[in-house]
């Protein structure tokens, strides 16, 4: 039972990333995947997530404010592969990013930004930006 993330790198402001996360062993349909990133010194922070599905019964997404709009999260369902597209990167994008799988499929918009709704995380991939 693993996530792998990989994608990152070392990119100048402004430019673009796409950081995946591979799931492995666990029924992938039945987890709500987010991405999370954390800075040095600071604490962990949600960045995105993606819910199986909502009220009406389809997938939805989240965002946190600093990426809506330059950041998109996608799931490859045949392949058990989250995405995150990073684009229009700014040197305070500097993190690692971790991956997460929560405990069920749903994601709701106040809470899925909680450390500990997630049961597994990935080891996590360094995305550096320049100025």
């Known amino acids: 039972v693993q996530l792998v993330e990989s994608g990152g790198g070392l990119v100048q402001a402004g430019g673009s990333l796409r950081l995946s996360c591979a799931a492995s062993?666990?029924?992938?349909?039945?987890?709500?995947i987010s991405w999370f990133r954390q800075a040095p010194g600071k604490e962990r922070e949600g960045v995105s997530g993606?819910?199986?599905?909502?009220?009406?019964?389809?997938?939805?997404?989240y965002y946190d404010d600093f990426v809506k709009g330059r950041f998109t999260i996608s799931t490859d369902n045949a392949k058990t592969t989250v995405y995150l597209t990073m684009n229009d990167l700014k040197p305070e994008d500097t993190a690692i990013y971790y991956c997460?799988?929560?405990?069920?499929?749903?994601?709701?918009?106040?809470?899925?930004?909680?450390?500990?709704?997630?049961?597994?995380w990935g080891q996590g991939t360094q995305v550096t930006v320049s100025s």
């Open positions: 997460a799988a929560g405990g069920s499929p749903r994601l709701r918009l106040k809470t899925w930004r909680w450390l500990y709704l997630y049961d597994l």
């Open positions: 062993g666990f029924t992938f349909h039945d987890y709500a």
């Open positions: 993606i819910s199986r599905y909502d009220d009406s019964g389809d997938p939805s997404t």
